[in-house]
């Protein structure tokens, strides 16, 4: 039973930082894409960054420079700090893994959609006001 459990959301003021914490367990495949994603009531989910098998991060062009996306060493947890947040950026965001994307299609967050991840963590709210 794969389970991915995602944690650091909450308010914070414009210009500040949090930081958003997903761990997988039961997940047996090694070096997985792995990736945020954020929705908003009435919008699509939208990629926000991403790690592939290579420890490769993209990001979408809305957060380069903003978001960073890190992994633990043994790679059963992802990490995505956020800096500088905007009221924009307020969102639901989701966690997601997937072993069968190839890592040129994990790198394009651009193109990342729902249906791209076969697992999801229950999201967690950021709000920026």
């Known amino acids: 039973q794969v389970q991915l459990v995602e944690s650091g959301g909450g308010l914070v003021q414009p210009g500040g930082s949090l930081r958003l914490s997903c761990t997988a367990s039961?997940?047996?495949?090694?070096?997985?894409?792995m990736a945020w994603f954020r929705q908003v009531p009435g919008k699509e989910r939208e990629g926000v960054a991403s790690?592939?098998?290579?420890?490769?991060?993209s990001y979408a062009d809305s957060v380069k420079g903003r978001f960073t996306i890190s992994q633990d060493r043994d790679k059963t947890s992802t990490f995505l700090q956020m800096n500088s947040l905007k009221p924009e950026d307020t969102a639901t965001y989701y966690c997601?893994?997937?072993?069968?994307?190839?890592?040129?299609?994990?790198?394009?967050?651009?193109?990342?959609?729902?249906?791209?991840?076969?697992?999801w963590g229950q999201g967690t709210q950021v709000t920026v006001s």
């Open positions: 997601a893994v997937e072993h069968r994307l190839s890592r040129w299609a994990c790198r394009d967050v651009r193109s990342l959609t729902k249906a791209s991840f076969g697992y």
């Open positions: 039961g997940y047996s495949y090694s070096l997985p894409c």
């Open positions: 790690f592939d098998s290579d420890g490769v991060a």
